[in-house]
T-cell receptor
């Protein structure tokens, strides 16, 4: 019940296109959903995060869409750029149970943006 | 403001040995969490420390332990190393336990067990 399922495993998008990565969870106690970006040899970097009280959050070219009833959330990268090529992880945790820092991660999506 | 720092960045150890990894959180951050990243298991939560106390623990054997000092710096220790302990060990810090959710990761320590 702690699992977060992420798809696709890999994604190739042309420059300027939209990259979409999806995640689904089962544990209804999760109520904090961040996305992280990781480049080779680096630690994950927090991109954007959402709480279930909103259905969408946008920061620059990055948007999270959240569907509480379906227990799904997704990351949209608009106008994808070669510099966005990285591995993306969704995650979830339960701040109200005192485990905000205990992130459960998805398996990651390797994004490649081609010219 | 400096980010999360981890030392050493790379480490090679022999099976059966023990290892200690160090993490310095972002200035002002009081919570430190540790994660293990492997190709097979992905990113897995090890434990979290706040105010020198372990607050949360993941599903790892007792060979994995940690501690936090009064200045919020943290160390994790792995005893009796196994080949399967080869991984990237990541430290993350956040402002305050359970009231601020944003965690910021360091670059990690790459541990290779031979």
């Amino acid at each position: 019940q702690q699992q977060v399922k992420q798809s696709p495993q890999s994604l190739i998008v042309q420059k300027g296109g939209i990259s979409i990565i999806n995640c689904a969870y089962e544990n209804t106690a999760f109520d904090y959903f961040p996305w992280y970006q990781q480049f080779p040899g680096k630690g994950p970097a927090l991109l954007i995060a959402i709480r279930p009280d909103v259905s969408e959050k946008k920061e620059g070219r990055f948007t999270i869409s959240f569907n509480k009833s379906a227990k799904q959330f997704s990351l949209h990268i608009m106008d994808s750029q070669p510099g966005d090529s990285a591995t993306y992880f969704c995650a979830a945790s339960s701040p109200f149970t005192g485990t905000a820092s205990k992130l459960t991660f998805g398996t990651g999506t390797r994004l490649q943006v081609t010219l | 403001k400096a980010g999360v720092t981890q030392t050493p960045r790379y480490l090679i150890k022999t099976r059966g040995q023990q290892v200690t990894l160090s993490c310095s959180p972002i200035s002002g951050h009081r919570s430190v969490s540790w994660y293990q990243q492997t190709p097979g298991q992905g990113l897995q939560f090890l434990f979290e420390y706040f105010s020198e106390t372990q607050r949360n623990k993941g599903n790892f054997p007792g060979r994995f332990s940690g501690r936090q000092f009064s200045n919020s710096r943290s160390e994790m220790n792995v005893s009796t190393l196994e080949l399967g302990d080869s991984a990237l060990y990541l430290c993350a810090s956040s402002l305050e336990y359970s009231s601020s959710y944003e965690q910021y990761f360091g670059p990690g320590t790459r541990l290779t067990v031979t």
